[in-house]
Structures are given as structure tokens and as C-alpha cells.
């Protein structure tokens, strides 16, 4: 593979996965589980996970708690191979994290807290590290806040780095005007259907990511959970089916998604072929439990993605969200 080597910035989180829950006991009662894991999550950290797994070259940057869970969160990025030089250790918040209780369908609410994430700002960041990279993604704009992020980007982008963006709020239509300054800096937009429709107020998201492109972003790639996702440019609309596999837990299929797609842009290949990488990749995490979830390469994914299922997830009749 031709090498790829993208700055990944932004949101890191660890996420702590409960899986066959069912409800949630009464009281003080406790409940037997099949499963509890740990794994490295977030618009930034999983991405970068799957991307590293992809074979990109990948650095990450962000903040991270400087506690016991942080020390577990650096530890495993690293054995990814993901460059963690870039995350800073904080004092003043503890590192975010996540408790995910899968349900039997892989339908999986979350208990969130914030912690290090909002204590990240520009200033912690070494902009020439950054821009030795092909690719800026930044996963969380609103944390940094619209006028930083927007610099960063711009950053990137005037010292001819492509950049993409994946928010991390829901849609709420005034979360746009908070990020205004981000958009006319991103080259790839890479929302969920519920984002697209609540920031654009639109019925459909074809309709949607248009109205997201006229604010500035260069193409709007919209995953759909269980119908695919839609990439929707200036010059074209791309609709991509998910592929049909046993789905375990569809934490982290979004940032996989984002991962297969960055890195398809970045190998050169179209809109079409790089959102069936993405659906294709997401395919694979959503077999096991978080956004680490599997073992495979671009080889694999990509041999899936044809139709080679060797070694790859089985074929269902439920797609992957």
C-alpha cells in the first residue's frame, strides 16, 4: 500500500463495553454478564484504531487524564501502533469515558462523561507535527470550539494537508452556527442521517447534505446505519448499501466508516469505492465487541468488500449500523 500518514485530532475516549444486557436490576441487585471489555474509543481515537489497523501511519492528538484509565487508553493505542506522542496528560480532568451496555440486538445506549476531552485546546497542540501528515481528521470540532478548530484547519489545509470532520453532538440546528467557522475548511463532512437531518432542519438527508455543502464542506458523506450511507458532492450523490453480517455490537461503526473512507480518498479511489470501503470496514467492527473489535487489514476488508468472504465476517440477513 502506498503510504498514508494522517494526524488524528481530537476526542479519546475509553470505553467500557457490558454485553446480554437486557435491563437494568432493581435496587442494589446485581446481574450476571457473558461479557465486560475495555477498548480505545472516540471520533479521533477510534478512528485512529481502525485506520492504524488499515495500515496508515497514524498520530494522534488530544488529552487524556493523567489516572489509571488514561495510562490504559495510551497503553492500548499504542499497541496499535497509533503514535500517542501527540496526547497530552491533564491533572484537572479525569480521561473520558463511556459505560456501553450492549443489548442481545447490539443496540447499545452509553452513560458518557466529558472529562479530558474539554480541557483540550489549540495551544496544546504542535502544529508542525500535525502537518507532517497527508491528512487532518478531527473528531469533535465543537470541543476545541468553532474559531480554533476552524484555524486548525485552515492551518492544515493552506500547508496542503486534506482534511475531514466528524462531530460528535447531535443534531441541533444551533451547534452549526457554533461550528461555522470549521466548515468551510472540510474537505469531507462524515455526519450520521439523525446529525444531517436535526442541523438542516431538512425531511431528507440527500436534501440535507446539501444544504451542509452550501455552508462550505467540500462533500458530506453520511452514514445511514443499517441502509449504508450517502456521499453527497458538487458533482454527484453515491448511495452504498451496508453488507449483511451477524452483528455483535455497533459501537465504533461510525468511526470505522470514517477510517475506511479517509483512507480510500487518500489511496485515490472514488466516492463510491471509498464509502464501500467504509461501509465495508465497518462491517468488520461491528462483528465484536468496540471499536477494536476483529482482526483484519486492508487486504481482507477489501477482499470483502468484492465479495470474498474468506476470513471475513459471515453474511446475514441484518446489516451493519
Same mark, same amino acid.
Given at each position: 500500500m502506498?503510504?498514508?500518514?494522517?494526524?488524528?485530532?481530537g476526542?479519546?475516549v475509553?470505553?467500557?463495553?457490558?454485553?446480554?444486557?437486557?435491563?437494568i436490576?432493581e435496587?442494589?441487585?446485581?446481574q450476571?454478564?457473558?461479557?465486560?471489555?475495555?477498548?480505545?474509543?472516540?471520533t479521533?481515537?477510534?478512528?485512529?484504531? !481502525? $485506520?492504524?489497523?488499515l %495500515? +496508515?501511519?497514524?498520530?494522534s492528538? /488530544? =488529552?487524556?487524564g493523567?489516572? *489509571?484509565? #488514561?495510562?490504559?487508553?495510551?497503553?492500548?493505542?499504542?499497541?496499535?501502533?497509533?503514535?500517542?506522542?501527540?496526547?497530552?496528560?491533564?491533572?484537572?480532568a479525569?480521561?473520558?469515558a463511556?459505560?456501553i451496555?450492549?443489548?442481545?440486538?447490539?443496540?447499545?445506549?452509553?452513560?458518557?462523561?466529558?472529562?479530558?476531552?474539554?480541557?483540550f485546546?489549540?495551544?496544546?497542540?504542535?502544529?508542525d507535527?500535525?502537518?507532517?501528515?497527508?491528512?487532518?481528521?478531527?473528531?469533535?470540532?465543537e470541543?476545541?470550539?468553532?474559531?480554533?478548530?476552524?484555524e486548525?484547519?485552515q492551518?492544515?489545509?493552506?500547508?496542503?494537508?486534506?482534511t475531514?470532520?466528524?462531530?460528535?453532538?447531535?443534531?441541533d440546528?444551533g451547534?452549526?452556527?457554533w461550528?461555522?467557522d470549521?466548515?468551510p475548511?472540510?474537505?469531507?463532512?462524515?455526519?450520521?442521517?439523525?446529525? !444531517? $437531518?436535526?442541523?438542516? %432542519? +431538512?425531511?431528507d438527508?440527500?436534501? /440535507? =447534505?446539501?444544504r451542509l455543502? *452550501?455552508? #462550505?464542506a467540500?462533500?458530506?458523506?453520511?452514514?445511514?446505519?443499517s441502509?449504508?450511507?450517502?456521499?453527497?458532492?458538487?458533482?454527484?450523490?453515491?448511495?452504498?448499501?451496508?453488507?449483511?453480517i451477524?452483528?455483535?455490537?455497533?459501537?465504533?461503526?461510525?468511526?470505522?466508516?470514517?477510517?475506511?473512507?479517509?483512507?480510500g480518498?487518500a489511496?485515490?479511489?472514488?466516492?463510491?469505492?471509498?464509502?464501500?470501503?467504509?461501509?465495508?470496514?465497518?462491517?468488520?467492527?461491528a462483528?465484536?465487541?468496540?471499536?477494536?473489535?476483529?482482526?483484519?487489514?486492508l487486504?481482507?476488508?477489501?477482499?470483502?468488500?468484492?465479495?470474498d468472504d474468506s476470513?471475513s465476517?459471515?453474511?446475514?440477513?441484518?446489516?451493519?449500523?
Open positions: 502506498t503510504r498514508v500518514e494522517i494526524a488524528v485530532v476526542v479519546h475509553l470505553d467500557t463495553h457490558v454485553l446480554g444486557i437486557t435491563s436490576p435496587g442494589s441487585q446485581g450476571l454478564v457473558p461479557t465486560i471489555k475495555i477498548s480505545p474509543a472516540g479521533a481515537g477510534g478512528t485512529a484504531v !481502525v $485506520l492504524r489497523r %495500515g +496508515a501511519t497514524v498520530h492528538f /488530544g =488529552a487524556v493523567a489516572d *489509571a484509565m #488514561g495510562d490504559a487508553l495510551l497503553a492500548m493505542l499504542r499497541r496499535e501502533g497509533v503514535d500517542v506522542g501527540g496526547l497530552v496528560r491533564t491533572t484537572t479525569q480521561t473520558s463511556s459505560v451496555p450492549v443489548r442481545p440486538n447490539g443496540d447499545r445506549p452509553a452513560w458518557h462523561c466529558v472529562g479530558a476531552n474539554a480541557m485546546r489549540l495551544e496544546d497542540l504542535n502544529l507535527e500535525v502537518i507532517r501528515s497527508s491528512h487532518l481528521h478531527l473528531g469533535g470540532p470541543f476545541l470550539g468553532g474559531p480554533a478548530a476552524g486548525l484547519l492551518y492544515a489545509k493552506s500547508n496542503g494537508l486534506s475531514s470532520v466528524d462531530i460528535l453532538a447531535p443534531g440546528p451547534l452549526l452556527q461550528i461555522a470549521v466548515l475548511h472540510t474537505d469531507y463532512l462524515l455526519p450520521n442521517d439523525e446529525q !444531517v $437531518l436535526g442541523f438542516t %432542519g +431538512a425531511a438527508v440527500v436534501i /440535507g =447534505a446539501r455543502l *452550501a455552508t #462550505g467540500g462533500c458530506v458523506a453520511v452514514t445511514r446505519g441502509k449504508g450511507a450517502v456521499v453527497v458532492s458538487d458533482a454527484e450523490t453515491v448511495e452504498v448499501p451496508a453488507f449483511a451477524d452483528v455483535v455490537d455497533t459501537t465504533g461503526c461510525g468511526d470505522a466508516f470514517s477510517a475506511g473512507f479517509i483512507l480518498r489511496l485515490g479511489r472514488d466516492l463510491r469505492e471509498a464509502a464501500r470501503l467504509g461501509c465495508a470496514t465497518a462491517a468488520h467492527v462483528t465484536g465487541i468496540g471499536t477494536d473489535a476483529g482482526a483484519y487489514d487486504d481482507l476488508v477489501e477482499a470483502f468488500a468484492s465479495g476470513g465476517p459471515r453474511r446475514t440477513s441484518r446489516r451493519s449500523e
